[in-house]
């Protein structure tokens, strides 16, 4: 049992700490009645918390104006990305076809490829269309030529060979487009300046010569077909060995057909060639 000494002292405790301040309002009623409690809420400050509370309603309604702005642009970003137009989805498809056969064309890419084996010989196939290769020639023929309409062709032949290897150069340097098969180029693409993809130099430079051949030397038939079957398997060599996709070797053939028709309609005449020749060789004869 506890003794009422005990019992005293807490109910003073208590009692102690009821009469403190943070207490007071549940002891006691505050001396003012409700109507003057209502009062002094009425008159209290008021004015000075409406600006915060108009800066907040104003703060919500410009971050739901930016919202909105932002709902309204999203949409057509999401348009343009997700909905391309029509163009857009033609040119990706036939992109898309063009590697996935490329890549499948490419079976001599590398020697353990399915067609490994052949790797070399459709190398050397593809060296008959460097460019090196035919100005090298073109250069030893002229030297060896002693007939003026030999000449003539011989120097516009050269002329459109430096021609089709500038404007190749030009504009794989532009489109900068790799090949279906991540290859380094050799030395001799280095110095023929064949370094990228699109458009296929060996396909242009092809085309270009077979058609001046043909159109400014008599062959028999069986020649002319078998120049236009080289022309063809030279253009498909380099896709047989990984280096261009086909839509290359396709604009390559159609550039070397433009340099043709750029060359005719720039022939250079008998007397022009032989100045050329003159002054390349640093003598005024007629003949070397």
């Not at 309204?72 to 036939?94: H, Q, V």
């Not at 064309?105 to 008959?128: H, K, N, Q």
Request: glycine residues 6%; contains cysteine; aromatic residues 6%.
């Amino acid at each position: 049992m506890p003794s009422p000494f005990n019992v005293r002292s807490r109910v003073r405790e208590r009692n102690g700490v009821l009469n403190r301040p943070e207490f007071i309002s549940l002891n006691q009623q505050p001396s003012g009645s409700t109507e003057s409690r209502r009062g002094s809420r009425r008159s209290a400050p008021t004015i000075i918390m409406k600006p915060q509370s108009s800066q907040q309603s104003e703060e919500p309604t410009d971050s739901g104006s930016r919202d909105r702005r932002e709902s309204t642009k999203l949409p057509e970003e999401d348009c343009m990305l997700l909905n391309p137009s029509f163009k857009g989805i033609a040119m990706n498809s036939l992109l898309a076809i063009d590697i996935c056969l490329s890549k499948r064309m490419g079976v001599c890419a590398y020697t353990s490829s399915s067609w490994g084996g052949c790797r070399s010989m459709v190398a050397l196939l593809a060296l008959t269309g460097h460019g090196i290769t035919w100005i090298i020639g073109t250069i030893v023929c002229l030297t060896r030529s002693n007939t003026l309409a030999g000449q003539e062709v011989l120097v516009n032949l050269l002329l459109a060979l430096i021609l089709d290897v500038m404007t190749v150069a030009g504009v794989q340097s532009l489109v900068k487009r790799r090949g279906p098969w991540e290859m380094s180029p050799g030395f001799l693409d280095c110095v023929a300046m064949d370094k990228y993809s699109f458009p296929a130099a060996h396909a242009s430079r092809a085309a270009m010569v077979s058609k001046f051949l043909l159109s400014h030397l008599v062959l028999a038939v069986p020649l002319r077909i078998l120049l236009v079957l080289w022309a063809f398997l030279v253009g498909m060599s380099r896709v047989l060995l990984g280096k261009h996709h086909l839509t290359d070797m396709v604009c390559g053939f159609a550039l070397g057909m433009l340099h043709f028709s750029l060359m005719e309609t720039v022939w250079l005449s008998s007397n022009t060639c032989q100045t050329i020749i003159s002054i390349s060789t640093l003598s005024w004869s007629p003949f070397f």
